[in-house]
């Protein structure tokens, strides 16, 4: 496990500061404990400057597609399971003035073979999550970062930790640092 740095908390710190009024106007679209934490973005954020990752997976769509097209200045692949939510993400992120970048419904990311310099898994519910954990692992470059959201679900946090223990990869402490007042968490994992 990699202790996380004071350069990692005080980078999350600035985009907490930098991206909350965003996140205000998002909970006009979809309520606070659904939307994806201000401080699991931020974390998200600061993870992929510090590691200067050239392309991220946004799997589930909402105030995090927005929040990475505002601070991050490479691509970014926003994906979700309802075309519905990513309708309104594409015109959240229209109405914030900000690029679409790529948007696509998880049946068309089956087909992509990319892999990417960052995953950030925050699709579906909770029982999707642990069904197609398997399906996200292959779009992680190896030298990656999968981000799992909502770490917090017991069940769904035994069998990430298991998944992730089968295969080669190193954890990121990140859990004091990304956890908001739902106690929500996210776990991050480096592939190698
Ligand atoms: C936890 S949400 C994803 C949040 C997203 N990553 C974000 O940054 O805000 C998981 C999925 O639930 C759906 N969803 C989002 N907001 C919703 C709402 N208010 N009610 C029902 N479903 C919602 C969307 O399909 C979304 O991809």
Do not use: N
């Amino acid at each position: 496990m990699i202790a996380r740095t004071s350069s990692l908390d005080d980078l999350a710190a600035q985009y907490r500061d930098q991206l909350a009024p965003l996140r205000e106007r998002y909970l006009a679209v979809s309520p606070d404990s659904m939307a994806m934490s201000l401080e699991a973005v931020a974390v998200c954020c600061a993870l992929a400057v510090m590691r200067e990752v050239t392309d991220v997976l946004d799997l589930g769509s909402g105030f995090g597609s927005a929040a990475f097209r505002t601070v991050l200045s490479v691509p970014v692949a926003s994906v979700d399971t309802s075309s519905q939510w990513l309708a309104r993400t594409s015109a959240f992120i229209a109405g914030a003035g900000l690029p679409q970048g790529t948007l696509r419904t998880w049946e068309d990311q089956t087909r992509v073979r990319h892999r990417y310099g960052m995953v950030v898994y925050d699709a579906g519910d909770m029982s999707f999550r642990r069904k197609h954990l398997s399906d996200v692992w292959p779009w992680v470059r190896p030298g990656g970062l999968l981000v799992l959201d909502d770490a917090h679900d017991r069940l769904y946090h035994r069998e990430a930790r298991a998944f992730l223990a089968a295969h080669k990869v190193t954890m990121l402490d990140v859990r004091g640092l990304s956890t908001d007042r739902f106690h929500r968490f996210v776990l991050v994992a480096e592939r190698q």
